[in-house]
């Protein structure tokens, strides 16, 4: 297995590149790799989100945050430099299960989080709670050949900006459909005074006990000029959206 830690500085580029390091991974052009990374201050929603759904687009445009699209599903999260992003992509014969996907990353996660002493739980199939907040949300794209499965890890995220600019989907709660941690984001230096090293230390660690060595690598020139192509068509526009 690869690791590739590289962030570029435009977020519409690095979710653009997700895509694309699946697509080669899917044509057998790269092996499987594992992707940790950082985005400038973003938004960033599932495929099939209406924007202003989970977002305060308004608030968004007038802090010049920009919302993109990713290629898997789910909902809107914050990004910023205190929010690591790991990302695993994968060659599979046969079309993997959601939940099946969901678990490998999540015990990763779970798995780096034990390495520091922190005792977590997933709920609602994809989140990773610790003592009743959210520290951790996971999306995926299951294709034929391949899948990406990437999750968030709060470590010192800009919590005033993340609570401005995504909305908690309180209906959700009412209803049953999922606990109330999944709109109850913390940041683990907050809560167990994890910072982004020891994250990152313990991520690698974790990474390392489900794969095994993980040899180092790039992106190539070729996968970052097919990820600039991309990655205008993966930013949302905000024009027009009313401050609520």
């Not at 938004?43 to 202003?52: A, E």
């Not at 390495?115 to 990773?128: H, I």
């Not at 459909?177 to 683990?188: D, H, I």
């Amino acid at each position: 297995m690869e690791i590739v830690k590289y962030s570029h500085p435009s977020p519409p580029v690095n979710v653009a590149l997700e895509e694309v390091l699946l697509e080669r991974v899917r044509a057998g052009l790269r092996g499987d790799v594992v992707r940790i990374w950082v985005n400038p201050p973003s938004i960033v929603i599932g495929y099939s989100l209406k924007p202003c759904e989970e977002v305060r687009c308004g608030e968004a445009a007038r802090m010049g945050v920009p919302v993109v699209r990713r290629v898997s599903g789910g909902g809107a999260v914050y990004h910023d430099y205190g929010n690591l992003n790991v990302s695993i992509i994968r060659s599979s014969p046969n079309m993997k299960r959601l939940d099946e996907v969901y678990g490998e990353a999540t015990s990763i996660i779970v798995g780096a989080l034990k390495l520091l002493g922190v005792e977590a739980r997933v709920e609602n199939g994809n989140d990773v709670v610790v003592s009743g907040y959210k520290v951790s949300g996971t999306a995926a794209a299951l294709k034929g050949g391949g899948y990406l499965v990437h999750s968030t890890l709060l470590v010192a995220s800009n919590m005033e900006v993340l609570k401005a600019l995504i909305k908690p989907r309180l209906d959700r709660v009412l209803r049953g459909e999922v606990t109330g941690s999944k709109y109850n984001p913390g940041n683990l230096m907050d809560i167990a005074g994890v910072n982004l090293r020891e994250a990152l230390e313990a991520l690698h660690s974790a990474l390392e006990y489900a794969y095994g060595p993980l040899e180092e690598s790039g992106v190539s020139r070729g996968e970052i000029s097919e990820a600039l192509s991309l990655a205008p068509l993966k930013l949302v526009p905000l024009e027009g959206a009313l401050v609520e």
